[in-house]
Nanobody, 127 residues
Framework: QVQLVESGGGLVQAGDSLRLSCASS????????MAWFRRAPGKDLQFVAA????????KYADSVKGRFTISRDNRRNSMSLQMKSLTPEDTAEYYC????????????????????WGQGTVVTVSS
């Protein structure tokens, strides 16, 4: 069982930066592939970024590539999402998710594949 808690959301202006964090309970964090998803108001859940268990493989959605950076610290059971050059289109509730039973290098962008989810943190970007 994995419990995930996101933090770091808030209200920022366009062009600002923000760093989201995801803290995981338990001692098996390194056994899980991790990802960030987001849901904008009135829209479907959208993949943002994913990182493999060992942190070597990373995938980004095209919409955030070059602006967002995902990383993880297996010693601290945590993952982060550094977001730069935010735009109003980045306004959403952001969720971290964990996927078990995968190889060290696998990354998954499909939300339906993830086993555990955090409660979400809201990011609002004003124009």
């Amino acid at each position: 069982q994995v419990q995930l808690v996101e933090s770091g959301g808030g209200l920022v202006q366009a062009g600002d930066s923000l760093r989201l964090s995801c803290a995981s309970s338990g001692r098996t964090f390194s056994m899980y592939g991790m990802a960030w998803f987001r849901r904008a108001p009135g829209k479907d859940l959208q993949f943002v970024a994913a990182v493999s268990r060992g942190g070597k493989n990373i995938k980004y959605a095209d919409s955030v590539k070059g602006r967002f950076t995902i990383s993880r610290d297996n010693r601290r059971n945590s993952m982060s999402l550094q977001m730069k050059s935010l735009t109003p289109e980045d306004t959403a509730e952001y969720y971290c998710a964990a996927k078990g039973g995968i190889t060290m290098f696998t990354i998954i962008a499909d939300a339906g594949s993830y086993d555990y989810w955090g409660q979400g943190t809201v990011v609002t970007v004003s124009s």
